[in-house]
């Protein structure tokens, strides 16, 4: 099954994590080294600049499924 | 309940808000310990670079936020 | 009274000082210090690349005011 | 043939792939020679921030392909 | 007179010009004396990372000129 | 005969190329001088996150020609 059948989710909170797995599957296929990533953790996980680009990233991916999702007006 | 219940607010205020809370549930997503993340916030909140790169996250959720609201038009 | 009543303005040029607004007010958010604030003036205004990382959120913020003032097309 | 033919995928996990395949290329036009870029590689692979920056490039790039697919809204 | 009376330009190139003078009015902004701005001219101009970062906001302010102008489409 | 006559492009490669080509005038119009721009170029084309910076810029630039060309839609 693909890891991304959709970009429709139900709820905003549902498509926030959406926006962060986009996030990190381009992470996951640019260094696709489980091993590798996990080491590399420590480095933007206790890093302030790497958590704010971090959430740059998913700022940028939530907008694009917030649009796929057309805000989710019609079941607000 | 939800923390992100609903993309809506009644003000562009309100609106900012929100994308400040965006912007900060990415980097609890990514460091979730609480202690962590006080610990870090002297490194970004005294360095000008770093309190420019949060303001840009700001600035594309907030972004986000008035397309959902249609930019608070009718309200207006 | 609200900082943000609105994301209406009358010209483009007052939605350019309303997109520096926005993005001042999310380091203010950030680092509620006055005093801190003043203090870490010299270190981005007298950095090339400080400033242009600054003009990079005003842009982003300007794209949002002038989304929501419709590019004050019905003005021109 | 050309490498780029047309923006249209059939699924969202193919358009995702078009965006990690857009970054690549921006990259290999400034950079052409095979031999730099494979020595760079663990550069930007065993570094979260460069890991990070990777990622906004997809991101920014997915936005293009999904406006360009319309979402895949009429295959959902 | 308004240094930004309008966004409207008449061609593409002009567009482009205006995307440019909007990236360097919030460094202006942010840095108003003439001379500091001067001085720092060289820190940049001669720094291939920041050219791309001053590439970067242009880029961000002509997508929103482009949008202004309706992409010039019944003008091509 | 102007730089950039027009937005439109036949095909999405044309449009690309273009991209880089809006990317590339930035940088310019900000450093005119030819030889500063090819004593530069070893600087940004031997590093990771130069690379992927450039990227980044051409991704944003995309994003416009993209939108400027309706997505290729009817030419699909």
């Given amino acids: 099954m693909s890891w991304l059948p959709s970009l429709i989710t139900n709820t905003p909170e549902d498509g926030y994590e959406l926006a962060i797995k986009l996030s990190r599957m381009a992470v996951k296929k640019t260094q696709p080294d489980d091993a590798v990533r996990e ?8 890093n302030a600049d790497s958590l704010t680009r971090a959430s740059q ?6 907008q694009t499924v917030v649009q796929a999702n057309d805000c989710w007006r019609v079941r607000d």
Avoid: G
């Fill in 57 to 62: 990233v998913v700022a940028t991916n939530f």
């Fill in 39 to 46: 080491r590399l953790r420590p480095d933007y996980a206790n």
